[in-house]
T-cell receptor, first 115, second 109 residues
Framework: DVKVTQSSRYLVKRTGEKVFLECVQD?????MFWYRQDPGLGLRLIYF???????EKGDIPEGYSVSREKKERFSLILESASTNQTSMYLC??????????????FGNGTRLTVT | GQNIDQPTEMTATEGAIVQINCTYQ??????LFWYQQHAGEAPTFLSY??LDGLEEKGRFSSFLSRSKGYSYLLLKELQMKDSASYLC??????????WGAGTKLIIKP
């Protein structure tokens, strides 16, 4: 079974702090994704990566950056946390070259609160 | 624009059958995913429909009509553990996944 592990389940940070969310997958998947999940909204894609050191903006990249130095690890960085970034953050991975037609394997999420 | 609609919440009785609908409007269309998400947990993949028709997987079935922009997830012999949110997502021809907001399914004894 694919395992996608997010380093923290809950985080509380202050406005203006730099925040790192870490995600590791153990199945050698090419593609990795960061989503945020907010009540009443569908999942929104922040950034994705289809290979080491490659990254692409999703639908809502503003205020975020990512890093993929190793194939198994995809980090999401909030450069200067703001209260509107309080959310559930979900990391996902998928195999192969097809970014949207392969099932995603999700981590359990990090619930981030920015005060 | 691109849009996916599904009911916000549904209630059903243990042992019964429930159908969760999903309608979509996308720029081109490749396929339709269903995921299950228990509270506080990761979404997990249930099904992926590309062709019209019904695909059955045990107690769960998923249906797609490409011409109508419509899909449903059918859950039979409901169990308490089926209480969860069910997310539908459509992949479009621009290699994007469009997500619905999810349907919270409440199962009552």
């Amino acid at each position: 079974d694919v395992k996608v592990t997010q380093s923290s389940r809950y985080l509380v940070k202050r406005t203006g702090e730099k925040v790192f969310l870490e995600c590791v997958q153990d199945m050698d998947h090419e593609n990795m994704f960061w989503y945020r999940q907010d009540p009443g909204l569908g999942l929104r894609l922040i950034y994705f990566s289809y290979d080491v050191k490659m990254k692409e903006k999703g639908d809502i990249p503003e205020g975020y950056s990512v890093s993929r130095e190793k194939k198994e690890r995809f980090s999401l960085i909030l450069e200067s946390a703001s209260t509107n970034q309080t959310s559930m953050y979900l990391c996902a991975s998928s195999p192969g070259e097809d970014l949207v037609n392969s099932p995603l394997h999700f981590g359990n999420g990090t619930r981030l609160t920015v005060t | 624009g691109q849009n996916i609609d599904q009911p916000t919440e549904m209630t059903a009785t243990e042992g019964a059958i429930v159908q969760i609908n999903c309608t979509y409007q996308t720029s081109g269309f490749n396929g339709l995913f269903w995921y299950q998400q228990h509270a506080g947990e990761a979404p997990t993949f249930l099904s992926y429909n590309v062709l019209d028709g019904l695909e059955e997987k045990g107690r769960f079935s998923s249906f797609l009509s490409r011409s109508k922009g419509y899909s449903y997830l059918l859950l039979k012999e409901l169990q308490m553990k089926d209480s969860a949110s069910y997310l539908c997502a459509a992949s479009d021809s621009n290699y994007q996944l469009i997500w619905g907001a999810g349907t919270k399914l409440i199962i009552k004894p």
